[in-house]
């Protein structure tokens, strides 16, 4: 019983630890849309996506 117990802390901690760790990427995410705006989303598209560097160029054509 006590090692089942233990078992179950275990796993409680790790749930801990994957809550704070998404927190804190929601955060920082939030942060990093906060003070570089939408700069920064064109340009992690730029990462992501490669293809979508002639669509961001023409959006910016269209503003």
């Given amino acids: 019983a006590c090692h089942?117990?233990?078992?179950?802390d275990?796993?409680?901690?790790?749930?801990?630890k994957l809550h704070a760790l998404y927190v804190l990427i929601t955060v920082t995410i939030a942060m990093l849309l906060h003070f570089e705006g939408e700069r920064s989303l064109?340009?992690?598209?730029?990462l992501v996506n490669q293809p979508t560097k002639?669509?961001?160029?023409?959006?910016?054509?269209q503003w």
Wanted: proline share 0%; aromatic share 4%; charged share 30%.
């Fill in 42 to 46: 064109s340009v992690w598209a730029k």
């Fill in 10 to 16: 275990t796993r409680e901690h790790e749930n801990g």
């Fill in 54 to 61: 002639e669509t961001i160029a023409q959006d910016h054509e």
């Fill in 4 to 8: 089942l117990s233990a078992s179950d």
